[in-house]
């Protein structure tokens, strides 16, 4: 996974909110409650929580965005981002989704971020035990998916919003905001912002009426200025219709019905993008990008001109535009262009709209994933509505980066076609998602996504597609230590490969139990798998496989001390492999030689080796083969007497380790450095080893 490592730089600071409000208005007293609460945490030495609760559409995020882009200078760290779903009672988003996203956004490699909620809260506070950080957790459901995502470091603060107030969080010395509608005054002023103070002023009394009428909401207030804008030849008193509107308003009439003000903004809305509104309603996730909308737009009767519907949506408020070309509802109103989907379109425009959004993901997962993993041999996509031209991603880290941010729109579009019976296309998104599980590891979705796959597969009846699924999960539930339920997983889906004759999907599936074995110690058993697993390789001329085969066999018996035997087939391995370019099978081999000629003795060819890796890894960045290297290189100079050289490559492998979050094995690294010598400085010094000139081919 060396190429990914190599193109994939994350950004040392995440600046992951949301844009900052622009019209936002008043809201004074809830200001001062969180500069409050943060001088009280420096001046404590302690972190910071606030929660701001109130009805919806009341302005909650915007008072929280607000405030951190004001203070975005105090978290010079970074500032974290969850949107939780607590609307969705049903499904809000666990913490365990979460934390993995944000130890990789603070550079924590993916392979070294616990697979455990505890693990993952540890190593949270660990990685933000120095770093002054702001997280910001949006629309949360409670107290317990809170707590998992609080930094506790010095200087830091958790911003929390809710439709709830969250008493449980005053254990955790939470402050509290409860927000109400604006003030009228206030109201008009953001009524006054967004649609002209001169075309306010000239209208006052209907002013007055028309944020009254939308309960002084500010979502409400919005969504009627923006009508306002898109209709410049109105006045004010124009806007102000509908049944919700009384003849003698007074400040005490709150209780108006935002679904009303939401239908007169949505009746007033272009005939096209009235269509597309409703239609964008059907999909499963708040986000998405005008491909989707392009797709939804397909259905017959179709939507000519899809980018300027969504320019009036956004102009009239029902859309928000966090950058060009992607889109987000609030979730009021996805809800409301759910119901006005229901109520004026039939159900098999609907049914058709939603297909057309489930082909859209899987034809642009499939084509990111021949660039995340272009050496994977997979079955070609079957759709329902084929799509005419699919997006293209010019290198690794566009297509990987597409599969992170989409990663909770296919999960949910994996739902909806399950639900929807739509069993083909959820199998077939689910093995389009190989790729950013294998370089990403989010486990949990890995494991949830496989099993719903595989079951749909089965449900199919595509044994190949059940097969590579239930094969992909042993691989989730093996990587995250659950040998047991692996082993099943491995052992459903050899039967799978056995009964279509899959000889080269057998020996993969061998190859796996193998590894399983391996990391339980249990040598002789895998090397008898692995042995299998190379003789069908050989049979049916899978020359990638056979070289993973000899690598794997040589490391076994190179822990069993048969030198000679682990040398043969790691030279074996290496020899199918050069050539090849491919050093995802290039550096674990040549890794594994070196250790196994230092076990036999032979320091000088063990150097050899792992000193080419360490060139073939130049310009990779930090990644875990190379603390390994270093490890091992340490130990050849301690054995020849020359301690300042092992000192040197334990500290590049601490600093490694570090950089990738693998703090057990960065201070067992340190711990080397530290025992040749205690009083030394951690830096080499000017006689370390520099890194070796690349190795001729």
Not at 516 to 541: C, N
Request: with cysteine; hydrophobic share 40%.
């Amino acid at each position: 996974m060396y190429l990914g490592a190599a193109q994939r730089q994350r950004p040392p600071v995440p600046r992951q909110l949301p844009p900052r409000p622009r019209y936002f208005t008043n809201r004074e007293a809830g200001l001062e409650v969180l500069d409050l609460a943060l001088a009280r945490a420096r001046s404590e030495d302690s972190s910071a929580l606030v929660s701001i609760s109130g009805l919806p559409g009341v302005g909650k995020t915007s008072l929280a965005l607000s405030w951190l882009h004001r203070h975005s200078d105090d978290f010079a760290d970074g500032q974290l981002y969850a949107g939780l779903e607590g609307h969705r009672a049903g499904e809000p988003t666990s913490p365990a989704h979460v934390l993995p996203r944000f130890l990789q956004a603070l550079g924590v490699a993916p392979e070294h971020v616990p697979v455990d909620l505890a693990g993952q809260m540890a190593h949270f506070r660990t990685v933000t035990a120095d770093r002054r950080v702001a997280v910001l957790c949006d629309n949360a459901l409670s107290a317990a998916q809170i707590r998992p995502l609080m930094p506790a470091s010095a200087g830091s603060v958790c911003v929390v919003t809710s439709r709830w107030h969250l008493r449980p969080l005053v254990l955790d010395g939470a402050e509290f905001v409860r927000l109400d509608p604006l003030d009228t005054d206030s109201a008009i002023e953001l009524l006054g912002n967004m649609a002209g103070h001169d075309r306010v002023a000239a209208d006052a009394a209907a002013a007055r009426e028309l944020v009254l009428s939308c309960g002084r909401f500010p979502l409400a207030v919005c969504v009627s200025a923006a009508l306002l804008v898109a209709r410049p030849g109105w006045s004010v008193a124009t806007a102000v219709t509908g049944p919700a509107v009384r003849s003698h308003l007074t400040e005490a009439d709150e209780e108006v019905s935002m679904k009303t003000r939401l239908d007169e903004v949505y009746t007033a809305l272009p005939g096209d993008a009235a269509r597309l509104y409703r239609r964008m309603g059907l999909h499963p996730g708040s986000e998405f990008d005008v491909g989707v909308a392009e797709a939804a737009a397909a259905v017959r009767p179709e939507i000519p001109a899809p980018a300027d519907s969504l320019a009036t949506l956004v102009h009239a408020n029902l859309l928000g535009m966090d950058h060009p070309g992607r889109y987000h509802f609030h979730d009021l109103i996805h809800e409301h262009a759910r119901h006005r989907g229901e109520a004026d379109d039939d159900l098999d425009l609907r049914a058709m709209t939603e297909r057309r959004i489930i082909d859209h993901y899987l034809a642009t997962a499939d084509s990111a994933d021949h660039v995340v993993y272009p050496q994977r041999r997979r079955p070609a996509p079957e759709y329902r509505f084929p799509p005419e031209e699919s997006r293209t991603f010019a290198d690794f880290a566009t297509a990987l980066g597409w599969f992170e941010t989409e990663l909770g729109n296919l999960m949910a579009v994996l739902r909806l076609a399950s639900a929807r019976g739509h069993d083909a296309a959820a199998w077939q998104i689910v093995d389009a998602m190989w790729g950013v599980f294998i370089y990403a590891r989010y486990h949990r979705d890995w494991i949830a996504s496989h099993r719903i796959g595989a079951e749909a597969a089965r449900a199919c009846g595509h044994r190949l597609g059940e097969a590579r699924l239930r094969t992909g999960l042993g691989v989730a539930l093996r990587d995250t230590g659950r040998y047991e339920d692996a082993l099943v997983a491995f052992g459903q889906a050899l039967d799978l490969r056995r009964e279509i004759g899959d000889r080269r999907g057998e020996a993969l599936v061998l190859h796996n139990v193998g590894l399983v074995h391996l990391q339980q110690e249990e040598l002789g058993r895998a090397g008898e798998l692995f042995r299998t697993a190379l003789a069908i390789r050989e049979d049916v001329g899978d020359t990638r496989g056979t070289a993973r085969e000899h690598s794997a066999i040589g490391e076994v018996e190179s822990l069993l001390g048969h030198h000679d035997d682990a040398v043969r087939h790691l030279t074996q391995a290496m020899d199918l492999i050069e050539g090849t370019a491919d050093l995802n099978s290039e550096i674990p081999a040549r890794r594994r030689l070196g250790q196994a000629y230092l076990r036999a003795g032979d320091r000088p060819a063990a150097r050899a080796q792992l000193e080419t890796a360490l060139a073939e890894l130049r310009g990779a960045g930090a990644v875990f083969d190379e603390g390994t290297l270093r490890e091992t290189l340490g130990e050849i100079a301690e054995q020849e007497g020359n301690p300042l050289s092992a000192r040197g490559h334990y500290a590049r492998a601490e600093e490694v380790y570090r950089k990738l979050g693998a703090l057990p094995h960065a201070e067992r690294a340190a711990g080397h450095r530290r025992r040749l010598d205690p009083d030394a400085d951690p830096d080499a010094g000017p006689d370390a080893p520099a890194d070796p000139a690349p190795a001729p081919h």
